[in-house]
């Protein structure tokens, strides 16, 4: 559904000196720098994947989801989706794809989402019964029925979010482009729209690509991860292989027994206290423990044997620490 070939993109921006003598000297002569938001991207996707692409601020997620969109124009590469080139912008083309960003709105502030709903109708040419059957099917998923005919500007960021998601999906899109889709929302909100993005992939199949700042976003619903960095996609593979190349680290969380345990954790270095791994968290209910991957089984063993443990789990680590502390470890390189 989605294929990009060398994909790349430079902007020509201004460069700005500092003091007041530059800026009298940018009245008059200018110097300009290149910047390559994106550099030879390959990339495919197919229908119903979900694919986390992550990188940091500046790396070039919004760029190459703009481009795939048909709102940026390339500077050079090819790309496919649903087998037109985007940049193009055919009808037939923007009937089948959305775009949903997380700061950025498409709803007029001053109406109620009803009425925006409607015009959207009236722009996509959905036929009545197939709207009205996707307005009630998304409205009954999200909750949100009963808040239709309210001004977007009177409704919580959370449900603005929840009308945002259903004006791009009501003409049943083919392609989803999630760029940051639960940014600024609290953790109920958050998860509810995590829930229905994977309801939605499961009645509709389609293909997406989610840009987030939230790992927990990327974790919940993504298997594939790509990840970009200075405009270069550094990573492209499943979840599941990503922590095993990169998570060094295993997280173990001892809960333990009330007024069995000792106030305070080992005071001493490491290793004088028997203790293994890095101390994360200790406290007379819970030990957390950051170890190596192989001596995971040997941590768990010493703290069964050695404190009064009544629940033990071991986690990976975060899949953010891992994202960052891989991008760190291949810029060093």
Known sequence: MIKARGLSKTFRVHKKEAGLKGSLRALFVRDWKTVHALKGVD???GAGEIVGLVGANGAGKTTLVKALAGILHPTGGTAEVLGHVPWRRHNEFRRQIALIMGQKAQLWW???????????REIYQV????FAANLKTLTEALQIGDKLNIQIRRLSLGERMKMELIAALLHNPKVLFLD???IGLDLAAQRAIREFILDYRRRENPAMILTSHYMEDIE???ERIVLIRDGELVYDGGREKL???????????????AGEAPAEGPARPQGDSGVPGEILEWNGTQVKLKVPRSEAAAA?????QSYPVADLSIEEEDI???IEAMMKRDKAA
């Open 43 to 45: 990339l495919d996707v």
């Open 110 to 120: 001053d109406l109620p989402a009803g009425d925006g709903f409607l015009l959207l």
């Open 127 to 130: 036929p009545g019964d197939r």
């Open 180 to 182: 940051e889709p639960t």
């Open 220 to 222: 919940k619903l993504c």
């Open 243 to 257: 922590l095993a190349s990169y998570a060094l680290h295993k997280v173990l969380t001892a809960h333990l027994r």
């Open 300 to 304: 768990a063993s010493h703290l069964l």
């Open 320 to 322: 953010g620490t891992v």
